[in-house]
């Protein structure tokens, strides 16, 4: 009823009052809230043929404001294993994280991975990018061993495509242990993504 009431009064006004009405339904209150962000694990977003998850949060926000409050969240609320600052300044912030993924778990086995990749925000006048991309994983037992080496160990490795495209990583009485991994990554991504909107709304 109410999408029918405001179809005739857009047909029955002049052209001003059309585009005022359409504008106060459209738009959220204090910013762009972007809804319906969250990525898929069955549409994996890839660009010259690497991975990378990319959105834009438009918010009535300066530069300096982008920043601090991305800064905030990554060093109070992100919470990876490891996390390094590359870069951070009024236009953007570079980071390389690892997170430990415990894809599953039961009394047998215990099914867990690593996932590291660079997460960027570049910040405008009124919109900040968020982009993550560069994804290297590596299973549980394999990182916690070359975490505890001295020197460069040669251990297996898989990139974002590997994992998440081309479905290359397999285990020992798991089926399909790429999708399961993929699903897990896209959960993270989405959780980012859905914390920083939180973070760029507050008042």
Known sequence: MLMRNISIALTNKGLVFKLFLLFLFLSPIGGYAQKNLNFSKDSIPVVNGEVVFSVIFEYDLDKV????????????????????????????TVCRITDY?????????????????????NYEKGKCRLTIWDFSYMDKSFFETQEASDRKLNMPEYTGEDMMIKKNYTRLMKKDPSSQVTETTVNRIN?????????????
């Open 191 to 203: 959780e980012i993504i859905d914390n920083l909107e939180l973070t760029f709304s507050r008042k």
């Open 65 to 92: 404001e982008f920043m601090k409050r991305s800064v905030a969240y990554l060093n109070g609320k992100l919470e990876p294993y490891s996390g390094l600052f590359l870069a951070s300044n009024r236009d953007s």
């Open 101 to 121: 993924f415990e894809v599953d778990s039961n009394i047998a086995q215990l099914f867990a991975i690593y996932a590291t990749y660079s997460l960027k925000l």
